[in-house]
């Protein structure tokens, strides 16, 4: 090779075809991806995250929870998700069009969270997420840096974790979630994949078209 | 095949005085940069087995310790000391001095600068958990500025040079040079300025870190191993008409590989078909290298055999992706400390021991003394390669027990982090040789470039 502007023109050439391919190829097929109209039900979906739970999604992102933790389900026949209650059907692409910042996620060293909120057989609640978040548990280190202990001034505050044993706060104190904890569990609440698109239902395969 | 004992005078001033503060600086940052994620990585290892460990530490809570530690270790590690390794590889294959130090200089502080804004970022919280361009969106014109004004002087050093024939080095190197901002750019402003919408933004992500690793980090590498193996041996490489058809599989091959990672996800099937195609077509890369700079595998000094353990651990780093990216395959290693193993394999085994030959070998030339100590050397030789082979093999074991068990619906996770603790202990152990190993480096860099004393009795050169 002794010619430099060919070497150049493969370069470039090298990577503006892999650019054309997955970036414009992908945009291509999912750019102009729509919101699912259901006749029956009288709306579309998915439907656009709360601004609370919007407000969530930039706290997960900033902690980088990404590192441990996915948001996609995989389908039933590839990996334990739909088995370990983390979803009743596989993710599609359309699940996430209304995502700021979608997060899939590489790595699962803790659970995923898709369906956060329609864990079989008990859901965690606000609170259950709260003192997850504040106690940790397991391989999840704590997050206490997300609440204040305080004085308590007047009546304890609604939100007030109710904590035991070790532990609780020093009397007259009470543990309390900041905004960000607030909007990071509405986020994790509000995360699901419940309606079923028509992509979404498994194809049976092996036999011919109805 | 015999280790020089001394510089040649010539060899020693060709690249000369106008580059030796540039490239010095360069390399410096790098290896600073390097012992910074060395000790973040050693904080990420242990809160695997300690999920207590700097808990309550809002800056450093185990994903932004991640988040920091990969934005270091490829922007400042990589950034610097491949950088460094590729600007001087053009000047000497160039056979002038190097051009525009000024320029290099300048371009490494908005490039340093940039970074350390961007790190600041993050743990300020605006970091993007985006793989591989975590760092915020305000830090990233500013590196791009400062890689563009370093990469003039490789350009002028390539379009002036003295004889028409290029190298394979001068390929790679190349390359890497000019690829750099087109994907860097691209990524930026679709990923943080305009946003793709939905799982696009995964899509466009991987297409950059594999884009950046076949395109950038691997060739700066393999730049330097090019220029290594037949200076240190003295010998040709052998097939060298293949090694374009190398260069060009790893060019054209390596970036579609972008799909690698979402195996199953909620992506359009062929993303992942053409990357496992491609993962595979790419073995026929790393045998060209392999066949090309075999010579390296048959001793000698101790920067020859950085990059022979560098360029084993990158082939073989290949080879377990191309494996683990087969559905059947990934099944189990999917989303598991495996890819962690692959990743250190080709990152920490791959390319870090590449460019500490080609640093090893350089440096003596640049700075125009031998380095100062020849036992610090090898130690560092003999911890990095313990260190890489036991990450690599911890970090599997522990992949490989987490993915069956992840599979078996009925095993909580905190049953998993129990049986996968032995191997991260391990792991982490395997972290702190490499640390430790990197820091005889960042000893022996010091006292060879800033003590004036005369050594040159004693001194080693590889």
């Known amino acids: ?210 | 095949m015999t280790a020089q004992a001394q510089v040649a005078p010539e060899e020693a001033s060709t690249v000369g005085s106008a580059g030796r503060l540039p490239l010095l600086l360069l390399l410096g940052c790098g290896i600073l940069w390097l012992l910074a994620a060395g000790v973040l990585g050693l904080v990420a290892a242990i809160q695997l087995h300690a999920p207590w460990f700097f808990e309550n530490c809002r800056i450093l809570n185990h994903g932004r310790v991640e988040a920091l530690r990969e934005s270091i270790w490829i922007y400042g590690w990589v950034g610097n000391a491949g950088l460094c390794v590729a600007l001087w590889v053009l000047a000497r294959l160039g056979g002038e001095p190097l051009r525009a130090g000024n320029l290099v200089v300048i371009g490494a502080g908005a490039w340093n600068l940039g970074l350390l804004v961007g790190l600041a970022g993050i743990v300020l919280g605006d970091g993007t958990a985006l793989p591989a361009l975590q760092l915020p969106g305000y830090a990233l014109p500013v590196m791009l500025a400062g890689y563009g004004a370093m990469a003039v002087s490789g350009v002028l050093s390539w379009a002036g040079r003295r004889r028409s024939v290029m190298f394979a080095s001068h390929w790679y190197a190349v390359a890497a040079l000019f690829l750099f901002p087109w994907i860097f750019s691209a990524a930026q402003v679709t990923l943080i300025w305009v946003p793709v919408r939905g799982v696009l933004q995964a899509i466009v992500d991987g297409w950059y870190t594999q884009g950046i690793w076949s395109l950038w980090m691997a060739p700066l590498a393999l730049a330097g191993a090019y220029y290594v193996v037949p200076k240190a041996t003295g010998r040709t490489l052998p097939s060298y008409d293949a090694a374009a058809l190398g260069f060009w599989c790893l060019v054209f091959v390596g970036p579609w590989t972008g799909g690698r990672h979402l195996i199953g996800g909620p992506v359009p099937a062929w993303i992942s078909s053409i990357a496992i195609v491609a993962s595979v077509t790419l073995l026929f890369h790393y045998l060209i290298v392999l066949i090309n700079l075999r010579w390296a595998f048959g001793g000698g000094g101790v920067a020859l055999k950085f990059v022979a353990f560098g360029l084993a651990a990158y082939a073989l780093g290949g080879l377990v992706d191309a494996v683990t990216s087969m559905r059947g395959v990934a099944l189990l290693t999917q989303f598991t400390h495996f890819d962690s193993a692959q990743q250190q394999l080709a990152f920490s085994g791959g390319i870090s021991l590449m460019l500490f030959g080609a640093v090893y070998f350089a440096v003596p030339r640049l700075a125009g003394r031998p380095w100062a100590s020849g036992a610090l050397m090898t130690g560092h030789l003999v911890l990095a390669v313990v260190g890489v082979a036991l990450l690599a093999v911890s970090l599997g074991a522990a992949g490989l027990i987490q993915g069956a068990a992840l599979n078996e619906p009925a095993v909580p996770f905190a049953e998993i982090a129990e049986r996968t603790r032995t191997w991260l202990l391990v792991a982490t152990a395997a972290d702190s040789l490499i640390l430790f190993g990197n820091l005889l480096l960042a000893a022996n860099f010091i006292q060879t470039v800033a003590c004036r004393c005369g050594r040159d009795q004693e001194a080693v050169t590889p």
């Not at chain 1, 548990?137 to 035991?164: C, I, K, N, W």
Request: charged share 20%.
């Open chain 1, 1 to 210: 090779m002794k010619n430099g502007f060919l070497l150049f023109l493969g370069l470039f050439s090298a990577l503006g075809l892999s650019w054309a391919g997955i970036v414009l190829g992908s945009y291509a097929q999912l750019g102009a991806l729509a919101p699912y109209y259901d006749d029956s039900e009288a709306q579309s979906f998915p439907q656009r995250l709360p601004g609370i739970a919007a407000r969530g999604q930039l706290v997960y992102r900033d902690l980088n929870c990404a590192s441990c933790h996915t948001q996609q389900v995989r389908r039933p026949d590839f990996g334990s998700d739909q088995a370990r209650g983390w979803g009743e059907r596989q993710s599609v692409a359309r699940d996430y069009i209304f995502q700021p910042w979608v997060q899939l996620g590489q790595a699962r060293i803790g659970p995923d969270l898709t369906n956060l909120q329609s864990r079989k057989p008990t859901a965690p609640d606000e609170e259950d997420l709260m003192e997850m978040l504040y106690a940790g548990q397991g391989a999840m280190p704590a997050y206490r840096f997300l609440f204040v202990d305080r004085p308590v001034v007047g009546q304890v505050s609604e939100h007030a974790l109710a904590l035991t044993g070790s532990l609780r706060p020093a009397p007259g104190h009470e543990i309390v979630p900041t905004a960000r904890a607030l909007a990071l569990v509405a986020y994790l609440q509000g995360l699901g994949t419940g309606y079923d698109y028509p992509e979404a239902k498994p194809a049976v395969g092996g036999g011919e078209p109805k």
